[in-house]
């Protein structure tokens, strides 16, 4: 399905039931005929322009959405990407995700999240690595969590209370101010 | 041997588009020595959204970082004519809980408010900042120039001791510049920590809100 013409492969896997409680609402997709596209050597579904999906679409394979989905999406081991038509307004679960379209939800990523040029997510990150691009559109909150990453980074400044001229580029600080 | 922490800032480096000049910043490196020994400190950004700032807060810092990008509220206000109300909005702007935030960014948002909208905003941000929090803005010190196009600055981490200024257009010219003391009333009971007045006719300001222990009132002596 998506624009596949190999027979669907068999749902055995945990998350495999990609498209199973959305089919029906497909809606017909005109650009049913586009060949599949393929990235890196890896099969990557495609969702039309025209394809509405209301409900919960999960799978196993890389999937590109350029239409829209509402609901909740689950790619946990696989890389989503919305592309610049892509409109979602879903709760996100995948291994990576790539946003050049429109997303509004909540987005959890177990390896990166990217908002390139022209992408917009309004919602909350979860993910060990984001990549914000300049003139991309992003409201809420980002957590990267550091799993077994040693706590923050910031250092502990016993000096914090030095005097200020003593770490200050002469050329562009005055003076400290005063109060 | 190369540290972590320069290893982020040559990538930095390299990621910057390079199309602003860089500034020598002295108050940002206090700021993130105010969030030292928080395991997650929770950062408020009013700026607009920095790619390379949100992966130094959160790869490097170790923030969980929220933004909320106050000029482009200032640009619908601005272009819907609907000025006079943006103080009330600000009311209602933050859906964060009280004391809930470690440390918040203004960057130099305060120079594009009237009074009024400063105010309804310091109060706000003094909310939601934690006991013992910090807050960081810079003010201009210089009178803003007539007839110069309104521009708004990106203002992006380059390293702990650098900022990256990147202008870019905006609706509203920055208004007449604070007096000291109007900044130090207007975050009041917040306590000015750190006041750096640069060449570059800005201000840099850390503010931290005073820890629960020195706002509670002593209790009547017994006996």
Not at chain 2, 86 to 98: G, V
Request: glycine letters at 10%; aromatic letters at 6%.
């Amino acid at each position: 399905m998506w624009k596949r013409d190999e027979a669907v492969k068999p749902t055995s896997g945990p998350g495999t039931s990609t498209g199973s409680a959305v089919q029906s609402q497909l809606g017909g997709s005109p650009s049913a005929s586009q060949p599949e596209p393929r990235q890196h050597g890896r099969e990557v579904v495609n969702i039309g322009k025209s394809v509405v999906i209301k409900g919960e679409l999960s799978g196993s394979e890389d999937l590109t959405i350029e239409g829209q989905v509402e609901g909740k999406i689950e790619l946990k081991e696989n890389v989503l990407t919305i592309g610049p038509n892509g409109k979602i307004k879903a709760q996100v679960f995948a291994k990576a995700l790539i946003v050049q379209g429109e997303v509004h939800g909540n987005i959890s990523a177990t390896e990166k999240v990217e908002i390139r040029d022209g992408g917009s997510v309004d919602g909350d990150i979860i993910s060990p690595r984001v990549a914000i691009a300049d003139g991309a559109h992003f409201r809420g909150s980002v957590d990267m969590q550091r799993k077994g990453a040693p706590q923050p980074a910031v250092q502990p400044r016993s000096a914090s209370a030095a005097p200020a001229q003593a770490q200050t580029p002469a050329a562009q600080v005055a003076q400290p101010a005063a109060r | 041997m190369v540290s972590l922490s320069d290893l982020f800032a040559r990538r930095r480096k390299e990621d910057r588009n390079g199309d602003g000049p860089v500034h020598p910043t002295k108050v940002l490196e206090r700021f993130l020595a105010g969030l030292a020994g928080r395991p997650q400190p929770v950062l408020l950004d009013l700026g607009p959204v920095v790619g390379t700032n949100v992966t130094f807060f959160g790869e490097e810092v170790g923030c969980k970082i929220l933004v909320e990008d106050l000029s482009k509220d200032i640009d619908r206000y601005v272009t819907e004519g609907k000025l006079e109300e943006l103080p009330a909005f600000f009311d209602t702007r933050f859906p964060q809980q009280s004391e809930a935030i470690d440390g918040i960014l203004c960057w130099d948002i305060f120079d594009y408010l009237d009074r009024a909208g400063m105010e309804r905003l310091a109060r706000q941000l003094k909310r939601v900042l934690r006991p013992d929090g910090v807050l960081l803005a810079f003010f201009s010190t210089a009178d803003p120039r007539a007839g110069v196009r309104p521009t708004y600055t990106k203002h992006v981490v380059v390293d702990r001791a650098h900022l990256e200024y990147r202008p870019y257009a905006g609706s509203r010219p920055k208004q007449r510049p604070l007096l000291n003391r109007d900044i130090q009333r207007l975050f009041e009971p917040l306590r000015i920590t750190e006041n750096f007045l640069l060449k570059t006719n800005l201000r840099e300001v850390l503010f931290r809100k005073p820890p629960l222990s020195s706002r509670v009132a002593p209790g009547p002596t017994a006996g």
